[in-house]
């Protein structure tokens, strides 16, 4: 199904019902432009997305014509954390990515492993809440082949990113959460690569994930450890990320 198709068939689903979820879908798949989601109600839920694709259906990719000339940066684009400053003095050498929680085999991989898996690459678009949009190519592993390595245990539920800087002053790190089904899905990567370069501190250097159904505060940056749980109840705030802490949708469709 196409998007327009796929709202036309959802705003059929919910209109017995009366439900408004979906107005304004069609203002955001004409124009592509995501400005106050929040607000107007304008994310799909998991469970109405879910309806009617598949866990597996892909975002729309892009041709490198259509890449925007400056991958602006969001919310932190300069973490000042001391442990992460020093490994981005040594271009992150000595960084390793721990996969840890619910798994079978806990793993300490440095960007040379993280290089050395099969790859995948995507140009998207990313939509940030704020109103902004920009399309990019990135590059890198698939989450599930990392997850395939470290064996997740089947009560696991969720993953959860861990990162390196701090939106408040150092009060709490920012943290993301989705669930396996995302993890999963083909486009969800591990990028180290933006258009053809080393990730670039402002969008996340070393490495960031890509989440592709979802809005852009869902793909953490800087990230230092992936933590497999069962439950999001006792992590920081509770809701499975730090904005989801300060009110915004834990599942933010597209
Ligand atoms: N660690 C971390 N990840 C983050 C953020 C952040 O402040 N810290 N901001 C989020 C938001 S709101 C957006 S829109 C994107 C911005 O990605 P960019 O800097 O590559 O544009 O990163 C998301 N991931
Ligand atoms: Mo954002």
Same mark, same amino acid.
């Given at each position: 199904?196409?998007?327009?198709?796929?709202?036309?068939?959802?705003?059929?689903?919910?209109?017995?019902?009366?439900?408004?979820?979906?107005?304004?879908?069609?203002?955001?798949?004409?124009?592509?432009? *995501?400005?106050?989601?929040?607000?107007?109600?304008?994310?799909?839920?998991?469970?109405?997305?879910?309806?009617?694709? +598949?866990?597996?259906?892909?975002?729309?990719?892009?041709?490198?014509?259509?890449?925007?000339?400056?991958? +602006?940066?969001?919310?932190?684009?300069?973490?000042?954390?001391?442990?992460?400053?020093?490994?981005?003095?040594?271009?992150?050498?000595?960084?390793?990515?721990?996969?840890?929680?619910?798994?079978?085999?806990?793993?300490?991989?440095?960007?040379?492993?993280?290089?050395?898996?099969?790859?995948?690459?995507?140009?998207?678009?990313?939509?940030?809440?704020?109103?902004?949009?920009?399309?990019?190519?990135?590059?890198?592993?698939?989450?599930?082949?990392?997850?395939?390595?470290?064996? *997740?245990?089947?009560?696991?539920?969720?993953?959860?990113?861990?990162?390196?800087?701090?939106?408040?002053?150092?009060?709490?790190?920012?943290?993301?959460?989705?669930?396996?089904?995302?993890?999963?899905?083909?486009?969800?990567?591990?990028?180290?690569?933006?258009?053809?370069?080393?990730?670039?501190?402002?969008?996340?250097?070393?490495?960031?994930?890509?989440?592709?159904?979802?809005?852009?505060?869902?793909?953490?940056?800087?990230?230092?450890?992936?933590?497999?749980?069962?439950?999001?109840?006792?992590?920081?705030?509770?809701?499975?990320?730090?904005?989801?802490?300060?009110?915004?949708?834990?599942?933010?469709?597209?």
């Amino acid at each position: 199904m196409s998007p327009i198709e796929r709202r036309r068939f959802l705003r059929a689903l919910f209109a017995s019902s009366g439900a408004s979820l979906l107005a304004g879908c069609d203002r955001l798949s004409q124009t592509g432009w *995501v400005g106050k989601v929040l607000a107007s109600g304008e994310i799909v839920s998991k469970t109405s997305q879910r309806l009617v694709t +598949r866990s597996t259906a892909l975002v729309r990719e892009f041709s490198e014509a259509m890449i925007s000339p400056d991958f +602006r940066g969001n919310g932190s684009t300069d973490p000042q954390n001391p442990a992460y400053l020093a490994l981005a003095a040594d271009e992150f050498r000595h960084f390793r990515l721990e996969v840890s929680g619910m798994v079978s085999k806990p793993l300490q991989l440095s960007l040379e492993d993280l290089r050395a898996l099969p790859d995948r690459t995507q140009i998207t678009r990313h939509d940030c809440v704020e109103g902004w949009s920009a399309i990019g190519m990135w590059k890198g592993p698939q989450l599930g082949t990392v997850l395939d390595m470290a064996g *997740v245990l089947t009560k696991a539920r969720f993953i959860v990113f861990r990162c390196f800087d701090s939106l408040d002053g150092g009060m709490s790190r920012y943290y993301e959460s989705i669930d396996l089904e995302d993890a999963r899905h083909p486009q969800t990567i591990l990028a180290y690569e933006l258009n053809k370069q080393p990730l670039p501190i402002k969008n996340g250097a070393p490495l960031r994930v890509r989440v592709e159904r979802q809005l852009g505060y869902k793909m953490a940056k800087y990230i230092s450890k992936l933590e497999l749980v069962d439950s999001l109840a006792g992590i920081e705030g509770g809701h499975g990320g730090y904005w989801e802490d300060q009110g915004y949708e834990w599942y933010a469709g597209i």
